[in-house]
């Protein structure tokens, strides 16, 4: 019985992983969506692209937190939180057709990213 249960835990850990992770790339996708459409010089042009760049943004940041434990976000993260969301934002045009970032654009999408981020509620961390 025990090991039953043991089984059934996994099982359940695994799968909230994988709805964590879901809901981390729909909640970057809208967030993105949002972020360009307020911010000029920041153009993504069709659906695919934002859910490419929604994939991408979350792949890096999962990358950038597993090796160096520094999370990229604007607001609670500090000053190396706003720069490595600036280089994300920025970074994300070289992987994603579509996507089209200045630096510029760049700076001020990290700050709209940033407090949008920070109203979605809930842990957003992996």
């Excluded at 920041?42 to 979350?58: D, E, G, K, P």
């Excluded at 950038?64 to 604007?74: A, C, N, Q, R, W």
């Amino acid at each position: 019985m025990s090991e039953n249960n043991q089984t059934n835990a996994q099982t359940s850990n695994g799968m909230s992983t994988v709805w964590q992770i879901v809901g981390r790339l729909i909640a970057a996708a809208i967030i993105l969506a949002i972020t360009a459409f307020f911010t000029p010089g920041f153009q993504i042009n069709n659906f695919w692209s934002l859910a490419v760049a929604a994939v991408v943004l979350t792949v890096l940041d999962y990358l950038i937190v597993k090796f160096t434990g520094l999370h990229t976000s604007p607001f609670g993260k500090g000053f190396v939180g706003f720069v490595l969301s600036v280089v994300v934002l920025y970074v994300t045009q070289y992987f994603v057709a579509g996507y089209s970032i200045s630096w510029l654009a760049a700076i001020i999408g990290a700050l709209i990213y940033g407090i949008i981020d920070y109203f979605i509620p809930g842990e957003q961390q992996m």
